[in-house]
């Protein structure tokens, strides 16, 4: 089977479910939105929910799917940056834990954190600070990287650093990899519209989307976007939530529903839909199917807090895959 190498912010999810969504006015946080603090500010968040229900994960967006693809049985690999603290330990830790090789560089700074603060309804809004994630430098990014994977994953967060993206992204295309990019939240889109435009022409292979996202990008609706970018790129997929998702390729648009289940947390949800949809795609599946294993995996993720599910669900969900992809 295909290997897939992602890239992106290591960060260690903080989970905390806010008590009504004043707390997001209190701190100026746009509900959904990913918005980058200090270190401070993180902290002051930290405390100033205190007492609320709280869990911590490794995350990021990158490493959310891959997980996902190595508990489907994808020999995966994460390209990162982190502390040389006790969340940096804890992130690699877990990436070994679940068969994912770290190819994590160490910084002085300390390791970055993500407050996922879940509103009532599961929508989920970030406060991000980087740390040592956005020290992944241009001449981390180097040939032998990539040596032995057949998929890239990078999201679109790591568009901090434009000159290390860039490379990472001509190297993979050098080595054959497939690209594929999330293009993360609507607001970082909108801050780099034209530079991703760029990348998406030159590099991309596949690329994910929310509803938001390829707004910011294009300014028209889900579907003309994906009409417009399915001309540039081999597949553009459309996230919708709870509407489902489609799928624009050759011409041809298809539209994927939903797996009915009980949202109590969005956190994650897009990360596994395209860890299943890759997962899909690498076995040769038609884009439909594809987009019904990301489906799969989206809802149920959805139903926990947070992005990590335990082994006993993951069983049952290979099993069901496992009718598809046969």
């Not at 990021?60 to 996902?68: L, Q, R, V």
């Not at 090789?101 to 509103?119: H, K, Q």
């Not at 990078?154 to 050098?174: C, D, F, H, P, T």
């Amino acid at each position: 089977m295909a290997k897939v190498l992602g890239m992106g912010n290591a960060l260690v999810d903080i989970i905390t479910q806010i008590e009504n969504d004043e707390v997001l006015g209190d701190f100026g946080l746009p509900k959904g939105s990913m918005t980058l603090v200090d270190l401070d500010t993180s902290n002051f968040i930290h405390s100033e929910t205190t007492g609320m229900p709280k869990s911590k994960a490794s995350g990021g967006s990158a490493a959310n799917t891959i997980h996902g693809l190595a508990h489907l049985g994808v020999e995966t690999g994460f390209v990162g940056t982190v502390g040389d603290d006790e969340m940096g330990r804890f992130f690699k830790k877990d990436l070994q834990v679940n068969n994912i090789t770290p190819v994590l560089f160490r910084t002085m700074n300390e390791t970055g954190r993500a407050m996922a603060l879940i509103s009532s309804d599961s929508e989920r809004t970030f406060a991000t600070y980087l740390g040592a994630a956005v020290e992944l430098s241009t001449d981390d990014v180097t040939h032998d990287i990539f040596e032995g994977y057949d998929y890239f994953y990078i999201e679109g967060y790591l568009v901090q650093n434009r000159k290390m993206i860039e490379k990472a992204m001509r190297l993979a295309s050098q080595a054959n990899l497939k690209i594929c990019l999330d293009l993360a939240s609507y607001n970082v889109v909108e801050a780099n519209r034209e530079f991703f435009k760029e990348l998406i022409s030159k590099y991309v292979d596949i690329l994910f989307a929310n509803e938001e996202e390829i707004k910011a990008l294009n300014g028209t609706s889900p579907e003309a976007g994906a009409r417009e970018l399915g001309g540039i790129v081999e597949l553009a997929v459309i996230k919708m939530g709870g509407e489902g998702s489609f799928c624009f390729a050759g011409g041809e648009l298809v539209r994927i529903g939903v797996r009915p289940s009980k949202p109590i947390d969005t956190t994650g949800a897009g990360d596994l839909y395209a860890a299943g949809f890759i997962y899909g795609h690498m076995n040769g599946l038609s884009a439909e199917n594809c987009g019904k294993i990301g489906a799969i995996l989206s809802g149920r993720v959805i139903e926990i807090t947070g992005a990590k599910m335990d082994e006993s669900t993951w069983e049952v969900l290979r099993r069901e895959i496992k009718t598809l992809v046969e």
